[in-house]
């Protein structure tokens, strides 16, 4: 894989060589590029530093996603009853209110009763939790570095380039003279 990395790395510094040469055009020989801003486009434009800046984003909200295991966790609930104290008083609401085929009854007095109760739970020591966000931080410092490291090897394979193009030039120059 690192091969076929270093292959896609050559490729491209030779494409931005005939780029920067103009390849036969004119309007691009007249142009005049200088070696940062060819660095900086070509750290711009590069589909495996993008891809690398998407796996340390990924990396870091695995590793926020882990951290969260061992926050407190903390729920409530709560509840009201009525208990009534006074057995059932039979005859209630008599007057016509009920239908004949039913009798009326009420309850009378009793308490509301009504409780709440919050659970705090704090793990103190998790060796899981632990290991996973260790293995998280180690993963998106690995990243980190893999994007450090192509970053470098881009920009050494680019001043490579830009130095042969130069030494090319002044090789025309010298040859122009003589």
Same mark, same amino acid.
């Given at each position: 894989?690192? !091969?076929?990395?270093?292959?896609?790395?050559?490729? %491209?510094?030779?494409? *931005?060589?005939?780029?920067? *040469?103009?390849?036969?055009? #004119?309007?691009?020989?007249?142009?005049?590029?200088?070696?940062?801003?060819? $660095?900086?486009?070509?750290?711009?434009?590069?589909? #495996?530093?993008?891809?690398?800046?998407?796996?340390? /984003?990924?990396? !870091?909200?695995?590793?926020?996603? #882990?951290?969260?295991?061992?926050?407190?966790?903390?729920? %409530?609930?709560?509840?009201?009853?009525?208990? %009534? !104290?006074?057995?059932?008083?039979?005859? %209630?609401?008599?007057?016509?209110?009920?239908?004949? /085929?039913?009798?009326?009854?009420? &309850?009378?007095?009793?308490? /509301?009763?009504?409780?709440?109760?919050?659970?705090?739970?704090?793990? $103190?020591?998790?060796?899981?939790?632990?290991?996973? $966000?260790?293995?998280?931080?180690?993963?998106?410092?690995?990243?980190?570095? !893999?994007?450090?490291?192509?970053?470098?090897?881009?920009?050494?394979?680019?001043?490579?380039?830009? *130095?042969?193009?130069?030494?090319?030039?002044? &090789?025309?120059?010298?040859?122009?003279?003589?």
């Amino acid at each position: 894989m690192k !091969q076929y990395h270093h292959l896609k790395a050559y490729i %491209f510094t030779g494409l *931005l060589a005939l780029h920067i *040469l103009g390849a036969g055009s #004119s309007h691009l020989m007249a142009q005049a590029i200088s070696l940062d801003s060819v $660095i900086s486009k070509a750290r711009r434009n590069n589909n #495996s530093l993008k891809a690398d800046a998407l796996e340390i /984003d990924r990396a !870091q909200s695995q590793t926020i996603i #882990s951290r969260t295991y061992l926050r407190p966790e903390v729920s %409530f609930s709560s509840a009201v009853n009525h208990y %009534f !104290q006074q057995p059932l008083f039979f005859g %209630f609401g008599d007057a016509g209110t009920t239908p004949a /085929d039913k009798i009326g009854y009420g &309850r009378f007095g009793g308490k /509301d009763q009504a409780n709440a109760s919050l659970d705090v739970s704090i793990p $103190i020591y998790s060796p899981v939790n632990r290991s996973t $966000i260790e293995k998280n931080k180690l993963e998106e410092t690995q990243s980190r570095l !893999q994007h450090r490291m192509k970053e470098a090897d881009i920009t050494a394979a680019v001043k490579q380039v830009y *130095l042969r193009i130069l030494v090319l030039e002044r &090789r025309n120059n010298c040859n122009r003279k003589v």
